[in-house]
């Protein structure tokens, strides 16, 4: 993905994460008061899967290969939840992804999002090529095009990550470079961490995994020269599902 559709992404996700309150369309969505909080008795981790928050720590296996498929199914009990800081919100966001049940033709994914303005959330039952498309359209949908579906892993479809790994290509907007900096752990999940940079500028971080379709972390920064984000998600509760 060039730079530019990813700020034209990262601008409307800043505007759904300030809006966020109102009730927006589909199967089950409510709006509440934000203390009605982050999770609800689902998010308690299992198997020791979650409340790791070690973003920092070193991932035991040497790369991540990608040259397969990307593994995109749905499993019930799949869980994420994150922590998003943005310059758009006064403190800090919580995004919930949850397979509620799931078949080889159906499943039912329920979504939360909770900003200090308040509480989105969202459940839909659909084909799982349809679930995604559901979704589109809301705040919780919104946040979701970071993980399934995403343009953004086009950048390392058929490569194997280990530390120090980089490349580049030039566009239009001038030269985009990749790099594997870390291998690291968030939640129990564990990823390659990368940055993409314009021009020699951050624009993208991410950490991934061909295991599984969210990433443990995503940063956006939104104009050239930035040293902080205007945009972090975060992986802080994980399970794999069944």
Request: aromatic share 10%; proline share 5%.
């Amino acid at each position: 993905m060039q730079p530019t559709a990813a700020r034209v992404l990262l601008a409307a996700l800043m505007v759904l994460l300030a809006g966020c309150g109102g009730g927006v369309g589909g199967d089950a969505t409510t709006a509440t008061d934000a203390s009605t909080g982050a999770t609800d008795a689902t998010a308690t981790a299992t198997d020791g899967e979650s409340a790791d928050q070690s973003g920092d720590g070193d991932a035991e296996r040497a790369s991540f290969s990608f040259n397969g498929t990307w593994d995109q199914r749905y499993r019930t009990g799949q869980y994420y939840r994150y922590d998003i800081e943005s310059r758009s919100i006064d403190g800090t966001a919580t995004y919930e992804w949850e397979v509620v049940s799931a078949t080889d033709d159906e499943a039912t994914v329920r979504t939360k999002l909770v900003t200090p303005n308040g509480t989105t959330e969202q459940t839909v039952t659909a084909p799982p090529d349809e679930v995604y498309g559901e979704l589109a359209g809301t705040p919780s949908g919104s946040v979701a095009t970071l993980g399934f579906d995403s343009p953004y892993y086009n950048g390392v479809d058929g490569e194997t990550l280990s530390v120090g790994d980089s490349w580049e290509s030039s566009g239009p907007n001038g030269t985009v470079s990749f790099e594997v900096e870390a291998l690291s752990t968030y939640a129990g999940l564990e990823c390659a961490a990368f940055v993409v940079r314009t021009n020699g500028s951050a624009f993208w971080e991410s950490c991934v995994t061909p295991e599984s379709p969210l990433p443990g972390y995503v940063a956006f920064y939104e104009e050239e020269g930035d040293d902080t984000p205007a945009f972090e998600m975060e992986l802080v509760e994980y399970r794999s599902g069944n």
